[in-house]
């Protein structure tokens, strides 16, 4: 990574903005700590931890947010989000905040979830709220009403358009759907025309003659005809004549629709409340005598937002917290001023509004972010992010930046494996994801992307060939090897070989232990890399050369020699934290990075077989190779004694007269590959899995995993049985064959009038492993056989209604 990482990153920190691209705020569903919603908790739960509390409101229709009182396991639903309800968003240390993030449903779209106005519904909804018909709710007579909102506008007639002629008393009445506070309302011209005498033109909302000019002449009154928009201080009229037109700034006689001004203060008004449209010479009895037609329009209202709502917004962007609910960082995609990042534009656009350069970044599946230049709508589009970058993020008052957040990331739901809460990323174009937007290195896909990073394939380009190869990463560390891991022996040139996969740096490596192990004599025990002779110590000796046999790894000023014996050559090392059966090897930095070349040969040898001195005595150990499998892990502890290491081994199986690698520890073998074994407590729901070789088995043990059961919704969970009183300290784990005949236990130890449950002396309900006693009769199995986890009440099907829950386990047998 770049040396100058952390200033950039320091720097950033204390710039960060909260200004987004169309001067909105922008907020990802994160948690917010020391925050809350106030005054809008529909239902609250006690004992409840985090990741319950998002289940509780996702199985609430209602529930559009939820906060959580830290420490005190209290839960509090609400029918509202922060967007809808700015005003009500207060501190409290105690608490934090989290927003629905699936399957929310949006305010007003059901009669459950009424809103209070349609600009309490595009509050909350921002650009996702559609024209259409919403639940409104009126405070002064309780009811609940369908209404048609056109962004903040709410419609306040049905199907059938209001009709206002140009005389006699003709006017338009409506009436108010509900009760609240109007800003200023508009109408919609639907049909039909007005003309003030024979001789002029029709229009739609004045008087065409020309001593009107640009005047228009419809009025909103109340029901005592008490002009309401525009306000009468905007009325005007002729000498001697009432007041009965006035001038609206951008609209005309044939305006497809009239937007009045806001009032200055608005208009309280009640539901059912008359209202009605004149025309200004029939509202004053005056001049109307020629007049003639008909002009059908729809009637929309602005409803008050209240007036705190900016002040709460801004307070609110201050207070913004970056915890999520599993209680790790998460960080909220707000546009940075006077930052922008350089070098890695790859598309401009010319005439582009900020909010338009948000969508044109959707739009490029490569794009991770964007520079706006403000005051020249030129927009930038970036192949990389500051976070993969920093030491490209430079300030730039003319810019603003911004990180690409929709279809960047989301909360997934509960995995159904065991209760916890994952987040993961959905939707995401991650750096080096697709072939289309290869990252440099392993490393500068883990800048970017953060814990978002899961280990995996990923693509990589290469300079040297101008190539892009798919490569696997684990944070970033890129792996060199394919599937099949490198191998290498003790004597006899028995390197291992691998090439590199692209040109660059290499800065070190790391070796992971895969499986076997090697010995320097007959006497010693076996390790993973290096001699256990005394005379050893702790040092090691696995070393990586080039293909000319020069060490790189560790690098040769590093190699110790023993005097006076093996010629004096050097070929172990000692490496601080590690040891000789470490799972893994990770070398010191090198002081000058390797330039290494795609396609180049590198080798991995055992110290003494690099230099060809001290090998003849070396050796194998049982079951570490493939060529040398045992028959079972007993016979490889009884073959190695304490020299045998947990890990890998081959196993001949005889039934199929296949070799297989399983896992071993002591006379155990794991059963379950690398997915745990999962058994629910009701429904079935048992856990299968599949014996790997034929044999006799004496017993079986199951390591715990994750995950719990619970038998009754009073009494906590546990790993393996239910902590209700009645059953004490007895435990409900069983292993059956396919046909649900019980293994593990013997059926004789079971106990109960149902026969489910049973006692296992040194165990208890949350024993991080059960090790069941020894089969007086070994079971004969057979490879691929199926066996099954149950939960003792769900294997007889009793007492099991309000059971919940799943643990998670490894499974071991030992072969006799």
């Known amino acids: 990574m770049n040396p100058k990482f952390w200033l950039p990153t320091m720097f ?32 609250m739960y006690r004992d409840q931890l985090p990741e319950e509390c998002y289940f509780r409101c996702e199985e609430e229709v209602t529930c559009q947010s939820y906060n959580v009182v830290i420490g005190q396991k209290i839960c509090e639903l609400n029918n509202r989000t922060k967007e809808a309800r700015p005003e009500d968003f207060m501190p409290d240390q105690r608490r934090f905040y989290m927003k629905r993030s699936r399957n929310r449903v949006p305010l007003g779209s059901i009669k459950e979830l009424p809103a209070k106005t349609c600009g309490e519904i595009e509050a909350s909804e921002g650009n996702q709220m559609a024209d259409g018909k919403y639940w409104i709710y ?25 009709c206002f002629g140009a005389k006699d008393n003709q ?49 909103i009154t109340d029901a005592n005809k008490k002009a309401i928009l525009p306000p009468a201080e905007d009325l005007k009229g002729h000498s001697g004549i009432k007041e009965h037109f006035y001038s609206l700034p951008g609209y005309h006689h044939n305006s497809t629709e009239l937007v009045f ?104 599946v490569t794009c991770q972010s964007y520079n706006v230049v403000i005051g020249q709508n030129i927009c930038e589009l970036n192949n990389r992010t500051k976070e993969a970058r920093p030491e490209d993020f430079m300030p730039d008052q003319r810019r603003f930046y911004m990180k690409r957040s929709r279809n960047r990331g989301g909360i997934k739901l509960h995995d159904g494996v065991d209760s916890c809460m994952k987040f993961v990323f959905s939707d995401v174009v991650l750096l080096g994801s697709i072939k289309e937007l290869p990252a440099e290195t392993c490393g500068e896909i883990e800048a970017s992307e953060g814990n978002q990073m899961a280990d995996g394939k990923y693509w990589i380009y290469s300079e040297e060939n101008s190539e892009v190869i798919e490569a696997y990463c684990k944070e970033s560390w890129q792996k060199i090897n394919g599937e099949v891991p490198v191998c290498f022996g003790t004597k ?91 799972t893994e090897l990770v070398f010191r930095n090198l002081v000058n990075p390797l330039s290494v070349s795609s396609n180049q040969e590198m080798q991995i040898w055992y110290g003494q077989d690099w230099m060809d001195r001290g090998e003849e005595d070396n050796s194998v150990p049982l079951g570490s190779i493939k060529e040398l499998p045992a028959k079972t892990f007993g016979e490889i502890e009884a073959s190695e004694g304490n020299q045998m290491a947990e890990g890998k081994y081959w196993i001949y199986s005889e039934e199929s007269s296949e070799v297989i690698e399983a896992y071993c520890k002591e006379s155990w073998q794991k059963i379950n590959g690398e997915e745990s074994v999962c058994f629910g407590a009701k429904d079935n729901q048992y856990g299968s899995f599949n014996m790997t070789k034929s044999g006799r088995v004496k017993t079986m043990k199951l390591i715990h995993r994750s995950g719990s059961v619970l038998c009754n919704n009073y009494y906590i969970s546990s790993f393996w049985g239910c902590t209700h009183p009645t059953y004490g300290e007895d435990l409900m784990t069983l292993i059956t064959d396919a046909n ?77």
């Not at 903040?152 to 007639?157: V, Y």
């Not at 040109?503 to 992971?512: N, Q």
């Open 12 to 43: 950033l920190m204390s710039r960060i903005g909260v200004l987004n691209a169309n001067n909105q705020c922008c907020v990802t569903e994160s948690s917010i700590g020391g925050m809350y919603l106030k005054g809008h908790v529909f239902k």
């Open 138 to 162: 009126s405070e002064e007579n309780s009811e609940v009403f369908e209404a048609y909102c056109k962004e903040s506008w709410q419609k306040i007639n049905g199907e059938k358009a209001i």
């Open 171 to 219: 006017y338009g009445s409506f009436n108010m759907t509900k009760s609240g506070r109007m800003k200023t309302m508009k109408l919609i011209y639907r049909s039909g025309s007005v003309r003030c005498n024979d001789k002029t033109i029709s229009s739609y909302w004045g008087c065409t003659n020309a001593v009107y000019g640009e005047n228009l002449m419809t009025i």
């Open 261 to 364: 001004r806001n009032l200055v203060n608005p208009l309280s008004v009640s539901s059912y409340q008359e209202m009605q449209i004149w025309y200004g010479q029939d509202w004053i009895d005056g001049g109307e005598e020629d007049n003639s037609g008909k002009t059908c329009v729809d009637v929309y209202a602005w409803y008050e937002m209240n007036p705190k709502f900016w002040l709460a917004t801004v307070f609110v962007m201050s207070q913004i917290g970056v915890l999520n609910a599993n209680r790790q960082c998460h960080v909220i995609e707000s546009s940075i001023g006077g930052m922008s990042l350089r070098g890695h534009v790859f598309q401009l656009y010319r005439d582009q509004l900020p909010e338009e350069c948000f969508y044109l970044c959707e739009e490029e």
């Open 492 to 582: 006899n040139n028995q390197y291992g070989s691998f090439n590199m996969k692209k040109s660059g740096r290499v800065k070190t490596m790391k070796l992971i232990h895969r499986s076997g192990s090697v010995r320097c004599n007959n006497v010693t025990i076996s390790s993973y890399w290096g001699c256990t002779w005394p005379t050893y110590g702790e040092n090691l000796m696995t070393i990586i050369t080039d293909a000319n046999k020069e060490a790189i790894l560790s690098p040769a000023e590093d190699l110790k020699a023993f005097k006076a014996r093996f010629d004096n050559k050097e070929h172990f090392y000692s490496l601080p934290g590690y040891h000789h059966n470490s």
């Open 740 to 816: 649900k005949k019980v293994i593990l236990p013997p059926g004789e130890d079971l106990k109960g009038n149902t026969v489910h449950h049973y006692t296992l002396p040194g165990y208890h309900h949350n024993s991080t492993e059960l090790v069941f006693r020894n089969l007086v009769n070994p079971l004969s199995a057979s490879s691929n056989q199926e066996m099954q986890i149950w939960y003792g009440q769900d294997w007889k099907d009793c007492f099991e209604k309000n059971n919940s829950g799943k643990t998670c386990v490894d499974v071991y047998a030992w072969y006799e």
